[in-house]
């Protein structure tokens, strides 16, 4: 297991288009997380799985977004119809508990023109 | 007023200064974790303190729970540990400061 992976590492698309980014976690971690960093920043919070569960979701997170985590594994966040202010970095991290060291992906980059 | 709070934001040090980089949180935690991030690159972890003080090369961290303070010092700073440094608490989900960015002129 080499760490948490983000896929793609880069994305450039027109806004209204939909968007999706893969996690893969370690894999014994039951914990995935879901940030947003621009630039200057600290990461803001969108959301977290507790295996297949999510259990919060930010208030910064509108209704187009969404995120899953169907077999507790793997996870997807899908923007639909994005917009110029959804560029940004988008950072998975995973973890098994809350009092364990937190892995970080790479991120993905998002640029909506 | 942000959960998470770190101070200085922006830290510009000689080569072999000893920086301290401070953390203040309003919220009950379960852990700290101090970041690492350098430009353009990913996150990595330095430490996580749940209680007391961690070392690791010439990276020390500290936490005062009754206080709910957190220091991460760097002795004999380098080039190399120019980057921007994050406190992260664990609350359930982990809340992030804004970061300090520290830049280390040789």
């Known amino acids: 297991d080499t760490g948490v992976s983000q896929d793609p590492r880069h994305k450039i698309t027109k806004r209204g288009q939909n968007v999706t980014f893969r996690c893969d976690p370690i894999?014994?971690?039951?914990?995935l997380y879901w940030y947003r960093q621009t630039l200057g920043q600290g990461p803001e919070f969108l959301t977290y799985?507790?295996?297949?569960?999510?259990?919060?979701k930010s208030r910064l997170l509108s209704d187009r977004f969404s995120a899953e985590r169907p077999k507790g594994s793997f996870s997807t966040l899908e923007i639909q119809r994005t917009e110029q202010g959804d560029s940004a970095m988008y950072l998975c991290?995973?973890?098994?508990?809350?009092?364990?060291?937190?892995?970080f992906g790479q991120g993905t980059r998002l640029t909506v023109v | 007023k942000n959960e998470v709070e770190q101070s200085p934001q922006n830290l510009t040090a000689q080569e072999g200064e000893f920086i301290t980089i401070n953390c203040s949180y309003s919220?009950?935690?379960?852990?700290l974790h101090w970041l690492q991030q350098h430009p353009g690159g990913g996150i990595v972890s330095l430490f996580m303190l749940s209680s007391g003080k961690k070392k690791h090369g010439r990276l020390i961290a500290t936490i005062n729970i009754q206080e709910k303070h957190s220091s991460l010092h760097i002795t004999a700073s380098h080039p190399r540990d120019s980057a921007v440094y994050i406190c992260a608490v664990s609350t359930g989900k982990l809340i992030f400061g804004q970061g300090t960015t520290l830049q280390v002129k040789p």
């Open positions: 894999s014994e971690h039951n914990r």
């Open positions: 991290a995973s973890c098994d508990s809350m009092n364990t060291e937190a892995f």
């Open positions: 919220v009950g935690i379960s852990a």
């Open positions: 799985f507790q295996n297949e569960a999510q259990l919060e």
